[in-house]
């Protein structure tokens, strides 16, 4: 039925169809290969490779590495490498968000594989490679969070930029040595950073006795919620307004602003949290919210060392 489904549409869509990411994506998700075909191989037909197939082309590797099928998504990587590599002989990376999104997921599914077949230093080397070549890109922070996740344990924590700041002057890592620390990266776009407010308000309530300081880097994004393209300064007093607004228990949270630092720290997905020990080494690196519980779990870790 779900073949049929597709058929069909592949049928009646117009030639500048614009929606193949999802219509794969979509495909993938009810398991269907051979759908995910049929829509790459009819955009194809019409539109050519574009930064919107390679991304699309992205989400095969995606789905067979999820299924545990690590020689196809190998493949399936390196095809969409191949062909975003194709792509920057006429174009930048960045004119238009597919292609660097595409080719993330590529160097981040090959980078995967490895690591899961028990190749860590392999994949380390091809993370720490493509953070050399594209340094000066949108792929900057994801390409760092994938090096992190499998290289940041047990490191000394790289030092905050705190040039600009909301909130109280941040302190540096290096003065908060002896103390645990957590580090909550987030955007001012954020839901799930919203959510994590009030867990972290909680944990820092019950810690603070113990030495727990909480830092909340965040970075400009270029726009507001009313402002498509917004000043510095504007985003800036936007950003002030939602953390009034969202964050009234971290108001006397340090919150460097830096793109700097979410590029060192990998923190292209936010929330990203980072737990650092009395020593000022990275205890817990992790993208993405976590739960009450699970967090306490953490933090309980480093205070008992």
């Not at 992205?58 to 196809?72: K, L, P, V």
């Not at 340090?254 to 737990?275: A, H, R």
Request: proline share 5%.
């Amino acid at each position: 039925m779900f073949l049929r489904r597709v058929v069909l549409l592949l049928a009646l869509v117009a030639p500048a169809w614009a929606g193949v990411v999802e219509d794969v994506r979509g495909a993938l998700a009810d398991n269907s290969y051979t759908a995910a075909n049929l829509f790459l191989k009819s955009y194809l037909a019409k539109n050519g490779v574009t930064g919107e197939y390679v991304e699309a082309y992205s989400w095969m590797a995606r789905a067979a590495f999820s299924n545990g099928d690590y020689d196809q998504a190998a493949a399936y990587a390196k095809q969409t490498e191949t062909l975003a590599l194709e792509q920057l002989k006429k174009r930048p990376l960045d004119a238009e968000p597919h292609l660097p999104i595409g080719l993330g997921a590529a160097i981040e599914v090959e980078s995967q594989t490895l690591a899961a077949q028990g190749q860590r230093e392999k994949a380390a080397a091809v993370l720490q490679a493509a953070v050399k070549t594209y340094n000066n890109t949108s792929m900057r922070a994801r390409l760092q969070k994938n090096l992190n996740l499998i290289t940041f344990d047990g490191r000394l924590a790289p030092a905050l930029h705190a040039d600009q700041f909301l909130g109280s002057k941040p302190p540096t890592l290096a003065s908060l040595k002896g103390s645990p620390v957590l580090l909550f990266f987030w955007a001012h776009w954020c839901g799930d950073c919203k959510a994590e407010a009030p867990i972290i308000t909680q944990l820092r309530s019950e810690y603070s006795a113990k030495g727990l300081t909480v830092l909340g880097p965040t970075r400009l994004y270029g726009y507001t919620a009313q402002i498509e393209h917004a000043s510095p300064s504007d985003e800036l007093a936007y950003i002030d307004a939602v953390r009034h607004r969202f964050y009234g228990g971290l108001l006397d949270m340090p919150v460097p602003i830096s793109t700097y630092n979410f590029d060192v720290y990998g923190s292209s997905t936010t929330p990203t949290l980072v737990l650092l020990d009395r020593s000022g080494k990275v205890a817990m690196y992790h993208p993405g919210a976590l739960s009450y519980d699970q967090l306490k779990a953490e933090i309980e870790k480093v205070v008992a060392r």
